[in-house]
């Protein structure tokens, strides 16, 4: 029998960005709450300090913030006719294990989508009709609008601390932003961030061609801040290491700069480490949570942890997983495009630019995740999607993010991998090379899903999540226009040599090599019961007292890095827990 701990106001799932500021501002109304995080502590001291973390073999290449397979894992494969295989070695995208979940190892990068991209189905049927939506393309709009979603958008900046240059105050647009970017009500809390010798030669090429550049919106701090938590941020250093690393100099957004110490303090706040979540526990009704069981490999034994609340706040694999095997939500079926748990899988769509230049010294060692100049002249609301073919975006991001030696070597194609000539290349190369990064959106579609596995299970005993999931003609086709597009600027920069990395029409998904850790969908938003997992306010429609956060509730990928949406709807949720929910608990739709 598991033991039973004393009950709670709220339980929260996952203690990263969104648990993090979940537990924030319900604390703030006096609940009791207890965190649960299958992971370790970490903190900036001393899991994060000088010199421990600045070790690439350790942390970039042996992953050691990383959910690793052994822990949990899902099964792959691309089309209903393949077997799926468990995912063994961390390759396509890289969850993350312990107390601040991804936002330790990010590389900053906060976007808000685009206004058209929050009403993407509404936005194809005014402008070109909803015969252009190819078969099987499961287009949608979410059930709440950017202008409603605006103050929490701000609201996050300002908690996360991002620097930039705003290019739409209030529909004015402003010179040096992007003006293509939703409205803001306000600034960025801190002015962008110098750029890198690569990001300036870019930047004078695309303005020379008629583009619209800004500096990338960077949770990185470019000066000494405070947040409304009174969490203090200091400026970066452009030491090189976001991507993979916790942040030893307090300048990258992460839950631990941003919250979890002004967190921690909260009497009414506690947190559990090394407990995985094992089910959401139902009433006998059906129709409200009781709390959720959980493993203690403290104890190795399971728990039960009463709460009247419960916050789903893990990674998005996880949260599906756990909404599955709890049977929250009827399971998907994409044969009957019935069913909404697991619905609406998707990823990113991702192309580059590689070029050398045998005379510049590009210095790689000097930069950080979010640097960067970009563009937007090529992105969801600047495309013709009935003349281009396709319906999506990217936009491009050209800086330098680190100069690792034994992860950011590109070298010119012919190159030998090893040996004498390897080593050769390296010397003649090293520095002297620069890219231009297309990050495109993803559609959902029936055939991208994701369900429980009927063959292999879990240490606990629970069926492993099953993913199936394949590249799409629609986004290889935006794909292959923005290689067009990016070529052109490419070559326009004049480099003694050029290399395109894009996916060819009729490409397969490969679970190998490194993309994005950007998985959304699978317990999406929606008007109805019918047609999603959770409302508008990310409340489960079959049990009331389950709100889920993340990049989960995303009914298609936008073009743009995730997480600033997720931000933007965990104080959305939160605000209607706050303001209507806990007066009177009930269905909020």
Not at 18 to 25: D, P, R, V
Not at 136 to 164: H, K, R
Not at 392 to 405: E, L
Request: some cysteine; overall charge neutral; hydrophobic content about 35%.
């Amino acid at each position: 029998m598991a033991r039973i701990e004393k009950k709670k106001d709220v339980v929260i799932v996952g203690l990263g960005w969104t648990g993090s500021i979940a537990g924030m501002e319900l604390a703030a109304e006096g609940l009791e709450i207890v965190a649960l995080e299958r992971g370790g502590d970490q903190n900036t001291v001393p899991e994060f300090k000088y010199p421990n973390q600045i070790d690439e073999l350790t942390w970039g290449v042996r992953l050691k913030n990383m959910q690793h397979p052994r822990q949990q894992t899902v099964t792959i494969r691309r089309n209903d006719g393949e077997i799926a295989l468990p995912y063994r070695a961390m390759g396509s995208f890289l969850p993350a294990n312990g107390v601040g979940g991804a936002g330790t190892h990010w590389n900053g990068l906060l976007w808000r989508p685009q206004a058209e991209e929050i009403q993407l189905r509404s936005y194809v049927k005014q402008h070109w009709g909803e015969s252009i939506i190819p078969e099987g393309m499961n287009l949608m709009d979410y059930p709440v609008t950017y202008d409603e979603l605006e103050p929490f958008f701000t609201q996050f900046d300002e908690v996360a601390g991002i620097s930039g240059k705003a290019g739409n105050l209030n529909g004015k647009i402003q010179p040096g932003g992007n003006p293509f970017e939703g409205w803001r009500s306000k600034d960025y809390p801190m002015p962008p961030l110098p750029a890198t010798y690569d990001a300036t030669l870019f930047e004078a090429t695309a303005k020379q061609m008629g583009y619209h550049t800004f500096p990338a919106p960077a949770g990185i701090a470019s000066t000494a801040y405070v947040n409304p938590y009174g969490m203090q941020m200091g400026p970066c250093n452009f030491c090189g290491f976001c991507e993979r690393y916790g942040c030893y100099q307090y300048s990258k957004s992460s839950p631990q700069t941003a919250v979890l110490d002004a967190l921690k303090r909260k009497k009414n706040f506690s947190y559990r480490t090394h407990c995985e979540v094992l089910r959401v526990e139902s009433s006998e009704d059906g129709k409200t949570a009781t709390g959720v069981t959980y493993f203690d490999s403290n104890t190795n034994e399971e728990v039960f942890q009463p709460a009247d609340l419960v916050i789903l706040s893990s990674f998005q694999l996880n949260n599906v997983h756990l909404l599955l095997v709890s049977g929250i939500g009827k399971p998907y079926d994409p044969k009957t495009n019935e069913g909404v748990t697991g619905k609406n899988y998707a990823y990113q769509m991702n192309g580059g630019v590689t070029m050398f230049y045998k005379e510049a010294n590009f210095n790689p060692f000097i930069g950080h995740g979010s640097n960067g100049i970009c563009i937007d002249d090529f992105s969801v609301n600047q495309n013709d999607f009935g003349k281009l073919g396709f319906i999506g975006g990217a936009y491009w991001r050209s800086g330098t993010f680190n100069g690792q030696p034994i992860r950011s070597m590109p070298l010119p194609k012919g190159t030998p991998g090893w040996g004498a000539g390897w080593k050769k290349g390296i010397g003649e190369w090293y520095g002297h090379s620069m890219s231009i990064g297309t990050h495109g959106s993803h559609m959902s579609y029936r055939a991208n899903h994701l369900d429980l596995d009927p063959t292999y299970k879990d240490p606990h005993g629970r069926p492993l999540m099953r993913m199936t999931f394949n590249w799409q003609d629609n986004d290889l086709k935006m794909n292959q226009y923005q290689k067009l597009k990016a070529a052109e600027v490419g070559n326009n920069m004049k480099p003694d040599q050029i290399q395109l990395g894009f996916k060819d029409i009729g490409a397969q998904f490969d679970v190998r090599p490194y993309q994005t850790t950007h998985t959304t969908g699978g317990h999406i938003m929606s008007d109805k019961p019918t047609e999603g997992v959770v409302n508008r306010y990310c409340q489960a429609w079959d049990k009331h007292n389950v709100f889920v956060f993340g990049a989960g509730n995303f009914v298609q990928n936008t073009q743009y890095n995730p997480t600033g949406m997720v931000g933007g709807l965990a104080y959305w949720t939160l605000h209607a827990i706050r303001t209507m929910y806990l007066k009177n608990p009930r269905p909020l739709v």
